[in-house]
């Protein structure tokens, strides 16, 4: 069993940043592909990010791309989304998941991961 556990969002403008984290629980945190995913009011939750248990390979949802960047500390069992230039579309709840896997297979179809966390609210005003 995985514990995933989100924090960092909040309200911020249009134009800031918000750098969320995710913790989890477990020994072999560098086996875990992780992925942050997102769901606004009113619409399908939809990928936003994912990196390989190494840190080696990222994948970004296109409406992202050179706005957010996903890292990880394997030392520190944490996952980060730097969220940049943000956009009013960019409110929603974000969640992070993970599944246990030595190859990062179809990491932005939802059905892959196994754990979810309880998701965090972030918020941009125009």
């Known amino acids: 069993q995985v514990q995933l556990v989100e924090s960092g969002g909040g309200l911020v403008q249009v134009g800031g940043s918000l750098r969320l984290f995710c913790a989890a629980s477990?020994?072999?945190?560098?086996?875990?592909?992780m992925g942050w995913f997102r769901q606004a009011p009113g619409k399908e939750r939809e990928f936003v990010a994912a990196i390989s248990g190494s840190g080696v390979n990222t994948r970004y949802a296109d409406s992202v791309k050179g706005r957010f960047t996903i890292s990880r500390d394997n030392a520190k069992n944490a996952v980060y989304l730097q969220m940049n230039s943000l956009k009013p579309e960019d409110t929603a709840v974000y969640y992070c998941a993970t599944v246990v896997s030595l190859m990062m297979i179809k990491p932005s179809e939802q059905l892959v991961y196994d754990y979810w966390g309880q998701g965090t609210q972030v918020t941009v005003s125009s």
């Open positions: 477990g020994r072999t945190f560098s086996r875990y592909n």
